[in-house]
């Protein structure tokens, strides 16, 4: 196995566990390749919403349970809460060891102020018809499973696979409409509040731009999604970029063997059973200062 990449700050989003669309294994891949100071869950992790008893698979509780073993290695695990997970909210400003679960938070890095926050708040369908919202998502995941089986028949048959949903999104204007206006909005209000980058999720589009207006300007940073892009944003080396699974040539590591030996009972059991934790090394140095 190839050396795990080193990196400052990891964020992931949208990864919808619990979901037909969500590609647990490509995650878990990509987990197991970083060693990252800090991992930042930026909201709809576990898809509450759309949650059922009869439907969260092995890697889905192997996400979880490679994610609290990087906390119990000292791993600084930052879940911020988004609104297909949003009764985690109740829970908000709790600290578990390593793990803390928020609604929004402001870090420093390197010397510049970065805000992190999932992105719903400023959605207006889900804010004033949740209902609509929460059908619309359950849309949403039946035609991520037509579209597996679609790409199971095309590769059968040779062909390139094909995204029905981004098909659909890039060709309705108010998709793109929404997108941008999206985008427009959570940067023009950074700017205002004078941070040098927001990070967000929510509307599943990986991108990172500048915007800049006559008040100031920001980076505009989206991790994207699990479900059809398979993309982070990485913090190494005081700039940012985005990882894409899809173009990753270094992407052959291999579940942790402990994992793979694991069945249903035995994951469920790890993940209840909470294991002490190593202590990251800032809690590390304030002890020492003491």
């Not at 990449?5 to 669309?21: F, N, P």
């Not at 996400?63 to 829970?91: C, P, Q």
Request: glycine residues 6%; charged residues 30%.
């Amino acid at each position: 196995m190839k050396a795990k990449r080193k990196v400052e700050i990891a964020v992931i989003s949208d990864v919808h566990l619990g979901t037909y669309g969500c590609h647990a294994k490509h995650l878990l891949t990509y987990l197991n390749s970083i060693a990252p100071k800090k991992l930042i869950l930026n909201g709809d992790i576990i898809d509450i919403w759309q949650f059922s008893k009869r439907y969260f698979p092995k890697p889905h509780l192997k996400v979880i349970k490679k994610i609290m073993d990087m906390a119990s290695d000292g791993v600084e695990i930052i879940y911020i809460t988004g609104n297909h997970d949003e009764m985690l909210r109740k829970f908000s400003d709790t600290h578990i060891g390593n793990i803390s679960i928020v609604d929004k938070i402001v870090l420093e890095i390197d010397g510049k102020r970065a805000w992190f926050f999932h992105g719903d708040v400023f959605d207006a369908s889900i804010q004033n018809a949740k209902w609509l919202a929460k059908l619309g998502g359950y849309g949403y995941n039946l035609l991520i499973v037509f579209n597996q089986f679609m790409n199971w028949c095309l590769e059968r048959m040779g062909k390139e696979k094909y995204s029905l949903s981004k098909k659909i999104k890039n060709s309705v204007k108010g998709a793109i409409s929404y997108i941008n206006d999206f985008e427009k909005v959570v940067a023009d209000l950074a700017i205002e509040k004078g941070y040098d980058y927001v990070v967000c999720g929510h509307i599943h589009q990986p991108k990172m731009m500048l915007r800049e207006t006559k008040h100031g300007k920001t980076i505009y940073l989206n991790s994207g999604d699990w479900v059809e892009n398979f993309t982070a944003l990485e913090y190494q080396f005081k700039r940012w970029k985005i990882y894409n699974y899809n173009q990753d040539k270094l992407r052959p590591f291999f579940e942790d063997h402990d994992l793979k030996e694991m069945d249903m009972k035995d994951l469920i059991a790890a993940i209840t059973i909470v294991k002490p934790e190593k202590k990251s090394k800032k809690a590390k140095k304030s002890k020492d200062s003491n």
